[in-house]
Structures are given as structure tokens and as C-alpha cells.
T-cell receptor, first 114, second 116 residues
Framework: GDSVTQMEGPVTLSEEAFLTINCTYT??????LFWYVQYPGEGLQLLLK?????DKGSNKGFEATYRKETTSFHLEKGSVQVSDSAVYFC?????????????FGKGITLSVRP | ETGVTQSPTHLIKTRGQQVTLRCSSQ?????VSWYQQALGQGPQFIFQ???????GRGNFPPRFSGLQFPNYSSELNVNALELDDSALYLC???????????????FGSGTRLTVV
């Protein structure tokens, strides 16, 4: 079945540092890939997405490129801010699936210190 | 446009009791999915409703059941609550199945259920 693997956390960075959060996936078909962010006490917010190989999703300075050859969708940001502190989830959804459910990784907590 | 709203925000129940959680979908969305997020884990798919019928189910026992109404809102019912049911329950709405994978899902803020 489908699965998503995220790097182990937590991650602590200083403000303005470069961020990379690794994500790899296993899927039977051709999934869409997503990054969701969860701020303390809140639900999930869609951060960015990519629906086919080599697509780059971007939002709020975050970027991720759909790499089919390495089955990866790593999240990057050039300069993190304290307000980026949250839990980040990588997820996939099969386009051809009957219900296109989301399969999530375990998430990683990012803390950015001033 | 209105987002996804869930109620209640917090709930404490006793083991063996039954609980009903509610979700109103985002305007324009007709598909609702429910997820369980245990502490420190990623959300796990419970089931999805489309056209008032269950359209796929994850690895959850039958005591987890749901409904979808003509206005696309939805309920999640859990019978015979167990301590392990303590979690954040998230509702997500989307365009019809398949399109959700392309356009994404909108999540509510969740209901925090504690079973004691």
C-alpha cells in the first residue's frame, strides 16, 4: 500500500537558517504530493502541492519539487522565521484512487529560535 | 468562502460511552473525509462520504460510523469508546473524489476527544 516516510525530528533552527525536511513516498499509482502545516492547537493547512513529476510547489517562501526518480518531495525554505515554528506533514493522494484519501507521514516538529 | 467548521472543539467522555462529532464542509465542496490524529502521529484516514454514502474506509472497526447530509455536512459517530480513541478528529472537505487529489483538501480545526 501507499506510505510516506519523513525524516526524524524534531528540528531546531535559528532564524534565517536554511531549512530542508526530507520526505519520500511509496505509491502504487501516480500520486499528488502535499505538504501540510499544523500550528499549535489548530487543524491542518495546505502549504503547497504538486500533481505530476518535476512540478514544483511553492508558497510563503517554501518550495518542494516532485521527484519521481527518487520518489521524493523534500520541503525547503531559504530563510526560516520564528513564525514558521509548527509541525509539518508530507502526504500523498492517488489521483486514480476511488476516494483519493490522503496518506500522511508522521510529521516533524520545527522550532525556530530568534 | 466559508471554511470547514467542526464541533465541539473539545470533548471528554467515559469509556463505553458513545460520541457524535460534527462537520460543516467548505462552500462548494461535496465530499467529506474524517481522520484520526493520535498524539505525535500523522492523521489516519477513517472514511469518506460522497453523495451521502460511504466512499472508502480505512482500518477502523465498525463502531466508527458516519453520515453525510444533503447539505454535505457530516457526522462521525463512535460507539463503545475505548481509551485509545483519545485523539484529535479532523474533518476535511473537497471537490468530488479524484478532484481532491488534484486540488487538495480543506481541513477543520478538529475536535479533541479525551476518553477517561
Amino acid at each position: 500500500g501507499d506510505s510516506v516516510t519523513q525524516m526524524e525530528g524534531p528540528v531546531t533552527l535559528s532564524e534565517e537558517a536554511f531549512l530542508t525536511i526530507n520526505c519520500t513516498y511509496t505509491a502504487t499509482g501516480y500520486p499528488s504530493l502535499f505538504w501540510y502545516v499544523q500550528y499549535p492547537g489548530e487543524g491542518l493547512q495546505l502549504l503547497l502541492k504538486a500533481t505530476k513529476a518535476d512540478d514544483k510547489g511553492s508558497n510563503k517562501g517554501f518550495e518542494a519539487t516532485y521527484r519521481k526518480e527518487t520518489t521524493s518531495f523534500h520541503l525547503e525554505k531559504g530563510s526560516v522565521q520564528v513564525s514558521d515554528s509548527a509541525v509539518y506533514f508530507c502526504a500523498l493522494s492517488e489521483l486514480a484512487g476511488a476516494n483519493s484519501k490522503l496518506t500522511f507521514g508522521k510529521g516533524i516538529t520545527l522550532s525556530v529560535r530568534p | 468562502e466559508t471554511g470547514v467548521t467542526q464541533s465541539p472543539t473539545h470533548l471528554i467522555k467515559t469509556r463505553g460511552q458513545q460520541v457524535t462529532l460534527r462537520c460543516s464542509s467548505q462552500s462548494g465542496h461535496n465530499t467529506v473525509s474524517w481522520y484520526q490524529q493520535a498524539l505525535g502521529q500523522g492523521p489516519q484516514f477513517i472514511f469518506q462520504y460522497y453523495r451521502e454514502e460511504e466512499n472508502g474506509r480505512g482500518n477502523f472497526p465498525p463502531r466508527f460510523s458516519g453520515l453525510q447530509f444533503p447539505n454535505y455536512s457530516s457526522e462521525l459517530n463512535v460507539n463503545a469508546l475505548e481509551l485509545d480513541d483519545s485523539a484529535l478528529y479532523l474533518c476535511a472537505s473537497s471537490l468530488p473524489p479524484g478532484q481532491g487529489a488534484f486540488y487538495g483538501y480543506t481541513f477543520g480545526s478538529g475536535t479533541r476527544l479525551t476518553v477517561v
